[in-house]
């Protein structure tokens, strides 16, 4: 990832702003963006995994499904990574980019996946999300 252009500022952590009061740039795509993954059959196939399976027991199936999901879970973070970089606003910047990060980082990790691996999935998850949910409550 490349540095950002400006640093979120830190606020005031006893009176806290909304991230946004109208829609930022990236409203209008982020959710096509995740939604391409989750609506990808590699992807609907592979979440009917059992993430409790360490790769060193999944079965040739899992194995195969995982291998067939890691292009399209490394597309959407591109996809976020240049999405991000539409925004003007360092606080969304900075919650898609560090959802990007999980992301990457569970992609690599999945060559020797451990179920507490999980926790990344759904750290990459959660910070694209919330960004989703600002976007939609400030489209009312």
């Not at 806290?16 to 196939?45: G, H, I, W, Y």
């Not at 976020?80 to 980019?97: R, W, Y």
């Not at 990790?109 to 759904?122: C, E, F, G, I, V």
Request: proline share 8%; charged share 15%; net charge negative.
């Amino acid at each position: 990832l490349k540095p950002p252009t400006a640093v979120a500022p830190v606020g005031d952590s006893a009176h806290p702003t909304r991230m946004f009061e109208t829609a930022d740039s990236v409203c209008s795509n982020l959710s096509q963006t995740l939604d391409q993954l989750a609506q990808n059959p590699a992807f609907k196939s592979w979440m009917t995994t059992d993430p409790q399976i360490p790769a060193s027991n999944w079965s040739p199936e899992q194995q195969s499904l995982t291998d067939a999901v890691i292009p399209a879970m490394s597309s959407m973070a591109d996809s976020l990574e240049k999405l991000a970089g539409t925004s003007s606003n360092p606080i969304v910047n900075d919650f898609i980019l560090l959802g990007v990060q999980y992301q990457r980082t569970y992609v690599e990790a999945l060559s020797t996946y451990q179920p507490n691996d999980h926790t990344l999935y759904s750290a990459g998850q959660g910070a694209a999300a919330v960004v989703r949910m600002a976007c939609n409550y400030a489209a009312g």
